[in-house]
């Protein structure tokens, strides 16, 4: 039996991964899951990015080349992310966003 998979199975695991990422990123408190939880959430917008490529305009490859635009970002982001955790550990001894009140007056 062969079945056939539609956008909106790929809307569907989008929607669900993004909004696992987004609860992620409201509810935790360790700045490392909330990285994590953002990775998810980029994730979410490239499944989507490939998947409406696929199905609109399958003979270009847009999707795909947004897609390793958005791989590429999220890289940086997460080097420059644990780079300043790892600079803020160094400090405070520990990764909780509760603990970084560095930037309030």
Request: charged share 10%; glycine share 4%; with cysteine.
């Amino acid at each position: 039996m062969l079945t056939t998979i539609s956008p909106m199975h790929f809307v569907a695991l989008s929607m669900a991964l993004f909004c696992i990422g987004l609860f992620g990123v409201v509810v935790k408190r360790n700045a490392i899951v909330v990285l994590i939880c953002v990775e998810l959430m980029l994730n979410a917008v490239i499944i989507n990015l490939v998947a409406f490529n696929k199905f609109i305009t399958p003979e270009l490859f847009t999707g795909q080349l947004f897609s390793i635009f958005v791989i590429t970002v999220a890289a940086a982001e997460v080097g420059v992310g644990l780079a300043i955790l790892i600079a803020i550990y160094r400090n405070r001894l520990s990764v909780n966003l509760d603990d970084f009140n560095i930037l309030k007056w």
